[in-house]
């Protein structure tokens, strides 16, 4: 009997080790995935034309690292169009030299692109590789066949034909803009993408994992493997480990599901981003052939057409923003640091979710959004069957070559598009719906016709209004419609059934912009949850005629009003307000202006006084801000008596019609309107220590607490809270600028070529108080090894170059961004000089 124990214990310290060398082989087996953005070369051609005899003569071509947008280079120009900013498109041409990695003869190597701005085509060796006409959607190829083998250099070249330059509503970039990457395995490998890892069952005591893994026999005999499947948290210490014996006939490709328990597991929510990962080894007689890592995170969501939606049992209000993927100075191309910044400070203002609007982001946007704890509405489409007009955000008004978008592709690529798109962001724990487009209706004719909105007995238009028609009436004019070749439910059905086969975990959405309309025609029956695009007034309406479809808001114009209909109607969980961050483009006929001026930050990440009344509605913690706008223009009287500020109309309520100041320097007694964004119910404001009398909730609906005050140099200061728990917000009347502050995010920084760190230039006055009604062309001086990205000043009306050491600042501030070098390390002295005005020295190491 002992010695049957021993032998059981012997046996288990055997599989343990086997199991340890295991690891330790993967641990040592050639790494899958190579940084391919280094070293490119690039060039701008006039001609539209595909090239041959390829590869290129590129020696004189510039030398870049990706990613890259080339159309943020240029001059913003009034002769180009303000759909896309005012900045040119074109036609460029990427090569890269490159080695064939060791061992290709018996390995699979792909190049894995996460986003060409657009109609890109890509040859090896001259050799066509194959085309991805969207700039969105990521796609890579296999490279194993054409991979030289005398030892010379490969050349793979990649054209990129953006010279239909508006062929968004928004600024798209152009280039290779996202990341690329090389990935080298076995012949007997898990493929790109080859994981799908879901949470069906989720509690604090026990998670289960399903994990569904697609594994490639490359080679002409069959294979017998083991599959290692291990869970790791974000220790690093393995919770859960499972092996399972396959065979692989020769050429064939397998999946493998496996289902693990997770004790007591650390769940993903937005206020704790808690990650796991899988690592699947696959095995051959003892040996690891390959190895895959897949992040994700443990948690549940549930949609309830009466209640709403929750996140791991718990009822979860979406406190969220819409977002373009461009950012400032860098366009399209945008470093992890920069959206980490952004992510960050809309984080601290409560924002809790982000609309991809109104495509796919990069793989990295996400993986911040698993990290930093924000649910993502993944949007595909803008344009379906019917072309939008792109200046106008309706259906075409005109056929312009520069104008041509998706829709020329969608009949042929829309699947595959969307597809790719879904099996790279599966199984990020941050995507919790797919929108499968945004105010499609536009496009489809008679939609107009069947809401009845547009009737002349409807005055004012169709915003917000509760139809007159019943849904019979609605659903018999569409009906009654001339028969056409694209209808919008079709399409929509279809879109939906590829999303259902690529996952059922999360929701299908589309955001409606006639949802009435929508709803009568049947395209709302091809989605789980009816997003509603700003016809807030019509949930109950809906609610009424559908009552068992579940609503919510998709876009939202950014109130009281809006967050208000969340609270009073527990089925209307989510708000995305439009929009969290500036961005360029739809800015057709407003030059200068060269983007949408947003709420929360501008277009160099700087706070505007949006953020602070946001924050004063989502974050659960005593809140009060100051913000002034002159009184003549603002949409308000005085009232003499009282002082209160007295709307000229309920337009003017919304928040989205504030332009506030976040400063106290006017005219001798000029009347100025004084904002007070607020969630304490009383708050007294003072000027110069005597007080202004208070102002209460309770009468003012859109929580903007409001004074007329004439305008008298000194303290401005707002203060509410009971005893122990008081909080003010001041603001003071500043002196002229005699210096300029500097201020930066990062004193560190990695020489990995990608680290970022922002500079912040503000103006002061000799007390140090930040002046914002003074602007001064200052000059940046960099000494040290690292990149100028550029400089921004945050104005949605600054069409200075961005790529240049000098700006003219705005509201007194101004923003330099520099980037590591690779493998570059030093000091960085960083300086900024103006006209009589010195500033502090930044230093930043790099290491």
Known sequence: MNNYKMGRKAMRRLGLLLTLLVWCNSFYAQERTQDFNFNWKFTLVEDTKTPTNLPLDDTKWRDVRLPHDWS????????????????????????????????????NVFVLFDGVYNNATFWLNGKLLGENPYGYSPTYFDLTEVLKTDGTKNILTVHVDHSRYVDSRWYTGSGIYRHVKLITVDKLHIPIWGTFVTTPEVSTEVATVQIQTKIKNGYSKNQNITLITKIIDNQGK?????????????????????????????????????????????????????????????????????????LNGKPTYVKGVCLHHDAGLVGAAVPKGVWERRLQILKEGGVNAIRTSHNPFSEEFLDLCDEMGFLVQNEIFDEMDNPKDKQHNMNEKSVQY????????????GESDLKRTMLRDRNHPSVFQWSIGNEIEWTYEGYKHVSGLWDPEV??????????????????????????????????????????????????????????????????????????????NQYHWSKKNYPNKLFTGTENSGGWQDWNSIIEN?????????????????????WPQKGWDGDLLDFAGFKKQGWYYFKSIWVNKPHVSIGTTPLEGSGFESDSLSGKAVASSKKVLNWNNSKANMHWNYKPGELVVVEVPTNNHVVELFLNNRSLGSRSLSDNPDRILRWVVPFEAGTLTARAGFEGQEVESVLKTTSAAVAIKLSVDKTTLNSDGYDVAHIIAQLVDKDGLEVKTENTELTFNVDGNVKVLGVDNGSKDNIQDFQSNKIITSKGKALLLVQALKDKKGKINIKAKASNLKSNLVVIQVE
């Open 72 to 107: 943020v280079e240029a001059s913003f120009s009034e002769d180009l169009d303000g759909a896309t900013g005012y900045l040119p498109g074109g036609v460029g041409i990427y090569q890269k030299h490159f080695d064939t990695p060791a061992n290709a003869t018996s390995k």
């Open 238 to 310: 393995t919770v859960t480990l499972q092996e399972k014996e396959t065979k692989i006939g020769s050429g064939k490709e397998i999946e493998v599901l496996q289902s693990l328990q997770v004790a007591n597991p650390k769940l993903w929510d937005t206020e704790h981003p808690n990650l796991y990962k899988v690592i699947t080894n696959v095995s051959v007689k003892g040996k690891v052939i390959d190895t895959y890592t897949t992040p994700f995170g443990i948690r549940s969501l549930l949609f309830d057409k009466d209640k709403g939606f929750f």
């Open 402 to 413: 520069i104008t041509r978008g998706y829709t020329e592709h969608f009949q042929k690529w």
């Open 459 to 536: 005055k004012g238009g169709y915003w917000n209004k509760i139809p007159y028609l019943t849904k019979e009436e609605m659903k018999a004019r569409y009906n009654a419609l001339p028969d056409r070749k694209f209808k919008l439910a079709e399409t929509a059905k279809r879109l939906s059934k590829w999303v259902k086969e690529m996952d059922q975990t999360r929701p299908v959405t589309a955001n409606l912009i006639i949802p009435v309309a929508s709803l009568a025609s049947g395209y709302a029956d091809a989605l789980d949850v009816v997003g509603f695009s700003y016809q807030t």
């Open 570 to 590: 527990p089925m209307v969980f989510s708000m995305f307000m439009w929009t969290g961050i500036d961005y360029m483009g739809e800015a057709t006929n407003k």
